[in-house]
C-alpha cells in the first residue's frame, strides 16, 4: 500500500509564510508527477502546483511568484513553500502524486499506475 502524508498547514497572517511537506511512502517503484491541489468552502478543487520527476514545475496563476513546489526524490517528498499569502489561499491543501507500483503475478513482477492523494491538511490566512 502506498500513502501520502502531508505536514505543514496550520494558521498564519496576511504576508506570512507557511511551508508543506507531502511524504510518499509504500511499494513504490517510481513517482512521476507530483502536485499540490487545494478546496475552499464551497469551491472546487483546484491545481496549485505540480513538478515532474526531472524538475519541471508548473503554477496557477493565483500563486505566480509567491509560492515554490520542490521535491525530493530520494525521499519521494514534496514541498510547497507559500509565501506573501492572502486570506484568498485559505483552504485545504492536498497532495496528489502519479505513482508507479510492483505488482507481483503469477508470470512475475509487473508495474501498475496509479494516482494518489494525502488526507489534507488546513492553511487559514487571516487578516
Known amino acids: 500500500q502506498v500513502q501520502l502524508v502531508e505536514s505543514g498547514g496550520g494558521l498564519v497572517q496576511a504576508g506570512g509564510s507557511l511551508r508543506l511537506s507531502c511524504a510518499a511512502s509504500?511499494?513504490?517503484?517510481?513517482?512521476?508527477?507530483m502536485g499540490w491541489y487545494r478546496q475552499a468552502p464551497g469551491k472546487q478543487r483546484e491545481l496549485v502546483a505540480g513538478?515532474?520527476?526531472?524538475?519541471?514545475?508548473n503554477y496557477a496563476d493565483s500563486v505566480k511568484g509567491r509560492f515554490t513546489i520542490s521535491r525530493d526524490n530520494a525521499k519521494n517528498t514534496v514541498y510547497l513553500q507559500m509565501s506573501s499569502l492572502k486570506p484568498e489561499d485559505t483552504a485545504v491543501y492536498y497532495c496528489?502524486?502519479?505513482?508507479?507500483?510492483?505488482?507481483?503475478?503469477?508470470?512475475?513482477?509487473?508495474?501498475?499506475?496509479?494516482?494518489?492523494w494525502g488526507q489534507g491538511t488546513q492553511v487559514t490566512v487571516s487578516l
Open positions: 513538478i515532474t520527476s526531472g524538475g519541471i514545475t
Open positions: 509504500g511499494s513504490i517503484f517510481t513517482i512521476n508527477v
Open positions: 496528489n502524486a502519479d505513482i508507479v507500483v510492483p505488482v507481483q503475478t503469477r508470470m512475475g513482477v509487473t508495474t501498475l499506475y496509479n494516482d494518489y
